[in-house]
């Protein structure tokens, strides 16, 4: 992911992720969509090298923080199968990723 690149929204119906940066740092947001408006973030990557466990049912996206290039790395319980990811764009959500 390029420095400033923001990757969302999406939506997994069954998978599990397990998410780590080795290279660089991301931040990530998540949100359930409910009458609090309620989003979480995290930001991970070489300075904080944690795994993030990301359930179904919950929309997120992540944008590039360190310098240059980013990497994500996804250990998912299930093969990728594009019929159960969900997408929708930044608009479609409150919120705002410029002071991210």
């Given at each position: 992911?390029?420095?400033?690149?923001?990757?969302?929204?999406?939506?997994?119906?069954?998978?599990?992720l397990?998410?780590?940066?080795?290279?660089?740092?991301?931040?990530?947001?998540?949100?359930?969509?409910?009458?609090?408006?309620?989003?979480?973030?995290?930001?991970?990557?070489e300075?904080?090298?944690?795994?993030?466990?990301?359930?179904?049912?919950?929309?997120?996206?992540f944008?590039?923080?360190?310098?240059?290039?980013?990497?994500?790395?996804?250990?998912?319980?299930?093969?990728?199968?594009?019929?159960?990811?969900?997408?929708?764009?930044?608009?479609?959500?409150?919120?705002?990723?410029?002071?991210?």
């Amino acid at each position: 992911v390029e420095k400033g690149a923001i990757k969302a929204w999406k939506y997994h119906r069954c998978m599990t992720l397990n998410l780590v940066v080795p290279l660089g740092e991301v931040i990530f947001v998540f949100h359930k969509k409910n009458k609090n408006n309620y989003y979480r973030t995290e930001i991970i990557g070489e300075d904080r090298y944690v795994r993030l466990t990301v359930p179904p049912k919950i929309w997120f996206g992540f944008k590039g923080r360190g310098v240059g290039k980013n990497l994500i790395m996804n250990f998912a319980d299930m093969p990728h199968n594009p019929d159960e990811i969900l997408r929708k764009s930044t608009s479609e959500f409150d919120y705002n990723w410029s002071n991210k």
